[in-house]
Nanobody, 126 residues
Framework: QGQLIESGGGLVQAGGSLRLSCAAPGRTIFAVVMAWFRQAPGKEREFVSAISWSGDSRSYEDSVKGRFTISRDNAKKMMYLQMHSLKPEDTAVYYC???????????????????WGQGTQVTVSS
């Protein structure tokens, strides 16, 4: 906890856009898979998207495909989630997570991620 720092959350109307950022100050993100998870009130935490250390491999949860884009800038130790066409059901706390791996196979399981941020709230109004 606390080794990753999210920002960019906020309140937006349905159909709007937000860009989330995840910073990893003080640690290398080379050979590290990074991902976004989210947790809505009263619901289990769920996988949203992940990206390999090289950026060549990406995966998305079905409900966000075509609307969300994950990216990273290893030189800046940053990861991003560009979210378009937001829906009220996207409302949740969004968490940045990471684990060490140079594989292009990306885990969607939260228990395989060793590093987590504190989360940033995204609220989409209808």
């Amino acid at each position: 906890q606390g080794q990753l720092i999210e920002s960019g959350g906020g309140l937006v109307q349905a159909g709007g856009s937000l860009r989330l950022s995840c910073a990893a100050p003080g640690r290398t993100i080379f050979a590290v898979v990074m991902a976004w998870f989210r947790q809505a009130p009263g619901k289990e935490r769920e996988f949203v998207s992940a990206i390999s250390w090289s950026g060549d491999s990406r995966s998305y949860e079905d409900s966000v495909k075509g609307r969300f884009t994950i990216s990273r800038d290893n030189a800046k130790k940053m990861m991003y989630l560009q979210m378009h066409s937001l829906k009220p059901e996207d409302t949740a706390v969004y968490y940045c997570a990471a684990y060490v791996s140079s594989s292009s196979v990306l885990s969607t399981r939260g228990d395989e991620y060793h590093y987590w941020g504190q989360g940033t709230q995204v609220t989409v109004s209808s």
